[in-house]
């Protein structure tokens, strides 16, 4: 059946044998007009067979390749947030800073990338800094309890000891020496405060407030005040300190401000009597809502800001270096300060 006869011009059926089936094809003056087949197809089990395992191993191969570029862009993720929030990195991104500076000369650098890449992996490398800070939690006593919150149950003198302890656990897990001005309800002076911190030799120095204003409970943000010759080493404490507050969120940035509110050419006293570079936090308003649900929420996150913005600037005025081994002998002075004995 399967020797083809040529078509003819007349109309023609020709069977076929094709695969265990018969074909036939009906021809009309030698073109092709119906092709049929009749029989049960052949199934080719082992051709399908062999496909199926080629197409699986195929799967197999993509599935593996994506997993593989999803685990390469976690680690990578994984980096970048270190990059961003941890102290560890922050120094190795002082390290190339301290090299090239000299001890207590500010510097700022926002090259944080390559070195922080090479370490992420690495155990922190600030167990064990060599740094003595001090946190001053405001107010306190029955005498002064600071700002009151507009339902009258929070007092600030209360806030900014919570936010204290809490900044000193932060900065005692990285080894730092913490002076606090006080751990209970008690009421020290100013001077007292700058006199312990002075003769503790703190290299830097942080007084803890919340604000208030009164007739406007709209007002929010947070603000740090320095004194009002603008000192360098004081300008980027306050300004660590922020940029990092910032990271977490506030309800407004109101930025480092110099000399005292509404007195521009006048100074907190703290700025003043303080010889280290300090500044004063006013970690929003007691008397904005926003702000003191951020507050109650962000507190934990605050004091870990509050620390890494210190330990950065440690690092940023050379006062540290990489490993946490201190650069300089003595207690770190801040020389610009208007309205102190400078030497
Ligand atoms: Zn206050």
Not at 141 to 164: F, I, K, M, W
């Amino acid at each position: 059946m399967s020797n083809l006869p040529i078509p003819a011009s007349e109309p023609v059926v020709v069977y076929e044998q094709r695969e265990g089936r018969i074909k036939y094809t009906y021809y009309d003056n030698g073109i092709v007009k119906i092709t049929r087949y009749k029989g049960t197809r052949k199934i080719y089990w082992g051709r399908i067979f062999a496909a199926m395992i080629v197409f699986m191993l195929l799967m197999m191969g993509i599935m593996q390749s994506v997993k593989a570029i999803a685990a390469s862009l976690k680690k990578g993720d994984a980096k970048n947030t270190e990059a961003t929030v941890s102290v560890s990195d922050t120094l190795m991104q002082s390290s190339s800073k301290s090299g090239s500076s000299k001890a207590g000369s500010a510097v700022t650098n926002d090259d944080t990338s390559s070195q922080a890449d090479k370490n992420a992996d690495n155990e922190p490398l600030y167990a064990n800094l060599s740094l003595k800070v001090c946190i001053a939690p405001a107010h306190g006593g029955a005498s002064d309890r600071g700002a009151v919150s507009p339902d009258g149950e929070t007092a600030e003198c209360d806030q900014n000891l919570e936010l204290g302890m809490l900044v000193k656990e932060c900065l005692e897990k990285s080894g730092v020496t913490v002076i606090m001005t006080r751990e209970t309800d008690e009421k020290l002076s100013i001077s007292e405060r700058c006199s312990l911190a002075n003769q503790a030799g703190a290299d830097l120095y942080v007084s803890l407030h919340r604000n208030s204003v009164s007739g406007d409970e709209t007002l929010c943000g947070t603000e740090l005040w320095i004194n009002n010759n603008d000192p360098k080493y004081d300008r980027t404490l306050a300004e660590n300190i922020l940029e990092k507050l910032v990271e977490v969120g506030i309800s407004e940035n109101r930025g480092v401000k110099t000399g005292y509110s509404g007195l521009p050419e006048q100074n907190y006293q703290v700025n003043i009597d303080a010889v280290m570079p300090s500044c004063l936090l006013e970690l929003g308003f007691l008397t904005n809502s926003v702000d003191n649900m951020q507050f109650e929420e962000k507190k934990n996150e605050y004091a870990q800001a509050i620390a890494d913005g210190i330990i950065k600037t440690a690092a940023d005025l050379g006062v540290i270096d990489q490993s946490g081994k201190r650069l300089i002998p003595d207690q770190l002075i801040s020389y610009e300060k208007n309205g102190v004995q400078t030497y």
